[in-house]
């Protein structure tokens, strides 16, 4: 069914894209510096101002009383700076605990014209007290007291939110409230807290992409230079996980995803510190971090617009920076022998007029249960039937399960239970499928075109996502070909293979998200039912885990053992002493009929 011969040519191409790729590497952006030293910030004021606060208000859940009365004090305090205009837009947004009227505080200190710089802190916490998590919200108070009667020559902005704990509503409203397109937001986070994880400084996107290069080094460089340690940074295989899946649960996610040039700072990382979480105070840890702020504010103040003033999609490997395009044609080029080789088998075993279309149908019709399953869950999102559903990722324990989530849970599971047993059998019969298991040269055929369509698919979309069916692509090749004889253990250890990419892609970004095994499952439905993940995708994945558990069956019925074949027997024909040709085996009368 399958030609080595296309598929050894196809493999050329490689080494192409392999040598271009080489080429297009070029040097990361440069952090923007300055000789300017920032000696007025005062870890005394911002930790007072933060002890005031969380006594004041301990209890601060997005929306409600304590969240609202410390806008308005935040709101107060601008005003009382003289310098700043003050406005507290409100509006609705989905949290943690459902639908509630956010307010957002914007104080804008007007400079030359020109992109002009935004700092963001939320101040709202799902724990009592939270005193970490309402640092970033000090450290931004106390920049805007130093920086205010125009010691920047740009336009500033300081923006307190709320729901950055959970749902990111703020940010995901701010940038229709932004006054023309800023040319850096920095975000601040945890500033204080006794719990570390690095990265400190990160741009990932709830969108495409990731946040802009150069201000994320422009930050680094400022922590390096002020707290005298490492930063940290991503490997190119971990930035590969979150641009195939873009997921975060911190602010710059939906900053990012807007196009805008975004950072995040906090000695928590993305993630937000336990709400115990004590803040270090001898030394003050808000010290060193909050200079890095006023650092690179200042920086960004005396630099002309940053080299890549919006979100990217590159990837930084060896300190060099591969483009988007070559990465594009890097996963063109791994995807195209496996491609023209299902091709090619397709083509041959319609020559033979064996059905290929109703084991396509018979696949769609098998994916089709677990599609309308996710379609479910969207459903109980959108009537809210679900605790809370926002439209941006959720860390862990934001929102309990509880009983209604447990309820919604296992009417998804039944939902996909029907579909297999109702709808599946009559999307095959309209379809033509055939009932029975998934077998034969045809269906080899189906798998691979629908596994490689897919594929395509995905590589028009986002290439990083499309790179992890390159080994299934590959694999599954020797697992359908029927003139190919696996033992069965080598069989279903490449259809392991082909499910690898999924699986380490899955991990890592539980990792890195702090996801157990059941808040990741939790974590996945809520992605469905808040809309970031939408129709195509429940197709596409639905699509791929079909032809995963396709390809299991097949390789489960592989041979347990290779068994040569049998050698024909020769006898003589005639007497003994006849040394004709029929006695030495060179005719078909010396064959065993």
């Known amino acids: 069914m399958l030609d ?255 196009d805008l040039p975004t950072a995040l700072m906090s000695v928590s990382g993305e993630r937000s510190p336990p709400a ?13 971090f909050g200079r890095a702020a006023l650092r690179t504010l200042t920086a960004l103040d005396n630099a002309p617009t940053l080299a890549d003033a919006g979100s990217t999609h590159a990837l930084v490997t060896l300190r060099k920076v591969l483009p988007l395009w070559a990465v594009r044609l890097l996963v063109a080029s791994l995807l195209l022998a496996p491609m023209l080789v299902a091709i090619d088998g397709f083509a041959r075993v319609r020559r033979r007029h064996e059905p290929v279309g109703p084991w396509v149908w018979w696949l769609l019709a098998a994916a089709a249960p677990i599609a309308v399953a996710l379609a479910f869950a969207w459903f109980l999102g959108i009537t809210g039937l679900l605790p809370a559903t926002p439209p941006e990722p959720v860390a862990a324990g ?77 694999a599954l090749l020797a697992v359908v070909a029927p003139e190919v004889r696996l033992r069965r253990a080598l069989a279903v250890g490449l259809v392991v293979v082909a499910a690898a990419p999924f699986l380490l892609v899955d991990l890592s970004i539980a990792g890195q998200l702090g996801l157990s095994p059941a808040h990741f499952a939790w974590f996945c439905v809520l992605l469905v039912a808040g809309g970031v993940v939408g129709p195509l995708g429940w197709v596409i994945w639905s699509l791929v885990l079909t032809c995963l558990v396709a390809a299991l069956v097949v390789a489960l019925r592989s041979r347990s053992s290779v068994t040569p074949p049998e050698t024909p027997q020769i006898t003589v024909r005639g007497p003994v002493s006849y040394a004709g040709p029929g006695s030495l085996g060179g005719t078909e009368s010396a064959l065993r009929r």
Not at 54 to 61: I, Q, S
Not at 276 to 288: A, E, G, L
Not at 412 to 436: D, T
């Open 4 to 258: 080595p011969r296309i598929y050894r040519a196809a493999l050329i191409p490689i080494l192409f894209a392999l040598i271009v790729g080489a080429f297009s590497l070029s040097d990361r952006p440069r952090p923007i510096g300055t000789t300017l030293e920032p000696d007025a910030f005062s870890a005394s004021r911002a930790t007072a101002d933060l002890d005031a606060w969380v006594r004041a208000y301990p209890a601060r859940r997005a929306g409600d009383s304590g969240d609202a009365a410390l806008a308005a004090r935040l709101a107060g305090a601008f005003r009382a700076m003289g310098s700043y205009q003050v406005t507290t837009p409100s509006f609705e947004a989905e949290t943690a605990d459902g639908k509630r009227r956010l307010t957002t505080v914007i104080a804008r200190q007007v400079g030359q014209p020109g992109p002009g710089l935004v700092v963001v802190a939320h101040r709202d916490a799902l724990g009592r007290g939270a005193r970490a998590e309402l640092s970033g919200t000090a450290a931004m108070m106390e920049l805007a007291r130093v920086v205010r009667g125009g010691r920047l020559k740009r336009t500033i902005t300081f923006v307190s939110t709320s729901g950055g704990s959970a749902g990111l509503g703020g940010a995901r409203d701010l940038p229709q409230r932004l006054t023309g397109r800023p040319g850096a937001v920095l975000v601040l986070g945890d500033l204080a807290g006794a719990t570390v994880r690095r990265p400190f400084v990160a741009g990932w996107s709830t969108g495409d992409g990731v946040g802009s290069l150069q201000l994320r080094r422009t930050v680094e460089a400022a922590v390096r230079k002020e707290a005298g340690t490492n930063p940290g940074g991503a490997r190119a295989t971990l930035q590969w996980a979150r641009l195939a899946f873009p997921v975060t649960v911190g602010e710059q996610g939906p900053l990012v995803a807007a």
């Open 276 to 288: 115990d979480d004590p803040i270090v105070r001898n030394p003050p840890r808000v010290q060193p």
């Open 398 to 474: 934001a929102i309990a399960v509880g009983t209604s989530g447990t309820v919604a849970l296992v009417a998804i599971g039944l939902v996909a239970l029907l579909g297999w047993i109702a709808l599946r059998p009559a999307l095959m019969r309209r379809g033509g499928a055939r009932p029975g298991p998934f077998r034969g040269e045809a269906a080899g055929a189906a798998l691979l075109v629908t596994w490689c369509a897919v594929a395509g698919v995905l590589w028009l979309r986002n290439p990083y996502a499309a790179a992890l069916l390159v080994p299934g692509a590959h």
